[in-house]
C-alpha cells in the first residue's frame, strides 16, 4: 500500500508541476506578446497576467515599473526635443532681419568709390554674412522638418535624384566640374518623405561640389545605394571621423557652415538608413542607404 500511495503522491505532484509550468508558460507568451505592442506604440497600457502566481505577477510589476519611467524619458525627450526645434526657429527669426539689413548696407557701401584693400574686406565681410545667412536657413528648415509630421509615400529616388541634379547645373559649370553620373535604369523605391529625401540627397551633393578639387562622381546602384563622390586632399583620420559632427568643417568653417551633412546623417537615421563617409586616393566618397 505505501508504494501506491508514493506512486499516487508523485503522480499528484507531476500534474501540479505541470499546471504550474502550463500557467508559468501562458504568462510568458502573454509579456511576450504585449511588449512589442506596448513599445512600439504612444500608449500607457502596461502589462497584465491572467496568472495569480506571486513570482509572475512580481515580474511584471518589475517591466511595468521601467515601462513608466521608459515613458517618462521619452516625454522628457520630446519635450526637449520640442524646446530646442523652438529654439532653432527664434534663432533664425531674429537673425534675418539684421542679417538682410547687414547685407543692404553693404550693398551701398560697394557702390562707393572703395579702394581694392577696402573692396577686399567688404567682399570677405559679404561672404561671412551669406554663409551665417545659410546656416539660419539650414536651421529654419531643418526645425521645420522636425516640427512637421511628415507623411510618407512611395518615392522613385531615380526622378528625384534627376531632378535635383538639374538645378545644379549651373553650380558645376560655375566650379569647372563635368560630372560623371550613373543612374541605374531600375526604378529605386522607397517609402519616404519626398522633402526629406531632397534634403538629404542635396546636402550631400552640394557638400561634394563645394569642396570638390575637380571632379565630381554620383552613382546609384541597382541595390538603392546612392555613392556621392569628390577629390579633395583636405581629409584625414581625424576630420573623416568628424565629418558628420555639427558645425564641424575640415576646413574649421573658414568657408561652410558645417551643418548640411550632420543634417542629412540625422535625416537619413530617423528614416532607419545609414549614411557613412570613406577616404581613399585623394576621394571622399558619401554612401546612404535608405
Known amino acids: 500500500m505505501g508504494i501506491y500511495i508514493l506512486i499516487i503522491i508523485l503522480i499528484v505532484l507531476l500534474v501540479l508541476l505541470i499546471c504550474k509550468l502550463i500557467v508559468i508558460y501562458k504568462s510568458i507568451n502573454e509579456i511576450i506578446n504585449e511588449m512589442p505592442n506596448i513599445l512600439n506604440n504612444d ?27 521608459l515613458r517618462k524619458l521619452e516625454l522628457e525627450f520630446k519635450q526637449k526635443n520640442n524646446n530646442l526645434s523652438n529654439l532653432y526657429t527664434n534663432i533664425t527669426h531674429d537673425l534675418r532681419t539684421p542679417l538682410t539689413v547687414i547685407k543692404g548696407y553693404l550693398d551701398i557701401l560697394d557702390n562707393h568709390n572703395l579702394t581694392s584693400k577696402q573692396k577686399d574686406y567688404l567682399n570677405h565681410i559679404s561672404k561671412k554674412i551669406d554663409d551665417i545667412t545659410n546656416l539660419t536657413e539650414e536651421l529654419f528648415n531643418y526645425s521645420k522638418i522636425l516640427d512637421e509630421k511628415l507623411e510618407k509615400e512611395d518615392i522613385c529616388v531615380n526622378e528625384i535624384l534627376e531632378e535635383i541634379l538639374a538645378g545644379y547645373y549651373i553650380l558645376f559649370q560655375q566650379n569647372n566640374i563635368t560630372p560623371c553620373i550613373v543612374i541605374t535604369k531600375e526604378k529605386i523605391i522607397r517609402h519616404i518623405n519626398s522633402t526629406v529625401l531632397k534634403r538629404i540627397i542635396e546636402n550631400v551633393v552640394y557638400n561634394a561640389i563645394k569642396y570638390s578639387e575637380g ?25 573623416l571621423n568628424k565629418l558628420f559632427d555639427r558645425f564641424y568643417t575640415v576646413e574649421n568653417a573658414q568657408k561652410s557652415n558645417g551643418i548640411g551633412l550632420s543634417i542629412a546623417k540625422q535625416l537619413v537615421e530617423l528614416n532607419g538608413g545609414k549614411i557613412t563617409a570613406k577616404y581613399k586616393k585623394d576621394n571622399l566618397t558619401i554612401t546612404i542607404i535608405i
Not at 57 to 63: F, G
Not at 215 to 235: A, D, R
Request: charged share 35%; glycine share 2%; hydrophobic share 30%.
Open 215 to 239: 571632379n565630381f562622381e554620383l552613382i546609384l546602384n541597382e541595390k538603392g545605394e546612392l555613392k556621392v563622390s569628390n577629390k579633395t586632399k583636405k581629409i584625414d583620420r581625424t576630420s
Open 43 to 69: 500608449t500607457n497600457t502596461l502589462i497584465t497576467l491572467s496568472s495569480s502566481d506571486k513570482q509572475l505577477r512580481k515580474l511584471a510589476n518589475s517591466l511595468n515599473k521601467e515601462l513608466k519611467n
